[in-house]
C-alpha cells in the first residue's frame, strides 16, 4: 500500500521539489548498489535507503518496490544514449552512410561504457528479473532495432546499401553489440575504443553493403 505523501511548502521548497529530489537520490543510490556492489539481486530496501540517506517510509512514498528503482534505472541508462545517439545523428546528416554509421556507433558505445554501472544495469542486473522487467528490455530493444531499420531504409533510399528488409540483421545486430561491450567492459579481451567501434562498424556494413 502507498502511504500518505506530504503536499504542503517546506523549508522554500514545495512538496513535488522534495518528492523529486528524494526520487533522485533513490536512483542514484540504485545506480551504486545496482550497478556496482552488491547488484541488485543482494540489495535490499534497507541497504538502499542508507545509501540515499532516507527513510524505508520515504522510499515506499516514491516506489513500489526495489524491482521499480531497477526499472527506472534501465529506462534513464537508455534514454541517456538514446540522447547522445540522437544527437550524432542530426551531426551526421549530410555525411555519407559509412561516416554516419561510424559516428553513431561511436556515440552509442561512448554512451553505453561511460559508467560501468549504467552498463551492468543495462545489459546484467535486468536480465532474468521478472516477466514486466524483460517485456520493459525487449520493448527498449525494438527500439535500436527500429532506428537501425530507418537509417538502413533512408540509405537505400539513397542508393547507398541494397534494398531489402533487414529486420532480422537489425536484431542480430544488436544482440551483437549487446554481447561485445559486456565482454569488452568485463575484461574478456583487450581493445581499444576505436577498436571496437571500427569491429562493430565492420559487422553493420556487412550486412546493409550493396551485394552483400
Known amino acids: 500500500m502507498r502511504l500518505g505523501v506530504a503536499t504542503g511548502t517546506y523549508g522554500g521548497r514545495s512538496a513535488q521539489e522534495r518528492r523529486a529530489e528524494r526520487r533522485e537520490r533513490f536512483l542514484a543510490a540504485g545506480l551504486e548498489l545496482f550497478g556496482g556492489?552488491?547488484?541488485?539481486?543482494?540489495?535490499?530496501v534497507t541497504a538502499l535507503c542508507e545509501a540515499a540517506w532516507l527513510s524505508t517510509r520515504q522510499f515506499y512514498e516514491e516506489c513500489r518496490n526495489l524491482e521499480d528503482v531497477l526499472a527506472r534505472l534501465h529506462l534513464l541508462v537508455n534514454d541517456l544514449t538514446e540522447q547522445e545517439v540522437v544527437r550524432a545523428l542530426a551531426e551526421s546528416a549530410e555525411a555519407g552512410f559509412e561516416q554516419r554509421i561510424g559516428a553513431v556507433l561511436r556515440a552509442y558505445v561512448t554512451a553505453a561504457t561511460r559508467d560501468r554501472r549504467r552498463l551492468r544495469i543495462a545489459f546484467v542486473e535486468i536480465i532474468g528479473v521478472s516477466e514486466a522487467l524483460e517485456r520493459q528490455r525487449l520493448v527498449r530493444?525494438?527500439?535500436?532495432?527500429?532506428?537501425?531499420?530507418?537509417?538502413?531504409?533512408?540509405?537505400?533510399?539513397?542508393?547507398?546499401?541494397?534494398?531489402?528488409?533487414?529486420?532480422?540483421?537489425?536484431?542480430?545486430?544488436?544482440?551483437?553489440?549487446?554481447?561485445?561491450?559486456?565482454?569488452?567492459?568485463?575484461?574478456?579481451?583487450?581493445?581499444?575504443l576505436d577498436q571496437v567501434i571500427d569491429e562493430l562498424a565492420g559487422l553493420l556494413l556487412g550486412v546493409v553493403r550493396p551485394g552483400a
Open 141 to 192: 530493444r525494438a527500439r535500436w532495432v527500429e532506428l537501425i531499420l530507418a537509417e538502413a531504409g533512408a540509405a537505400a533510399a539513397r542508393g547507398e546499401v541494397a534494398p531489402r528488409d533487414y529486420r532480422i540483421a537489425a536484431t542480430a545486430f544488436i544482440g551483437a553489440v549487446n554481447g561485445l561491450l559486456h565482454d569488452w567492459t568485463a575484461g574478456q579481451f583487450e581493445a581499444t
Open 37 to 44: 556492489s552488491p547488484g541488485y539481486r543482494a540489495s535490499s
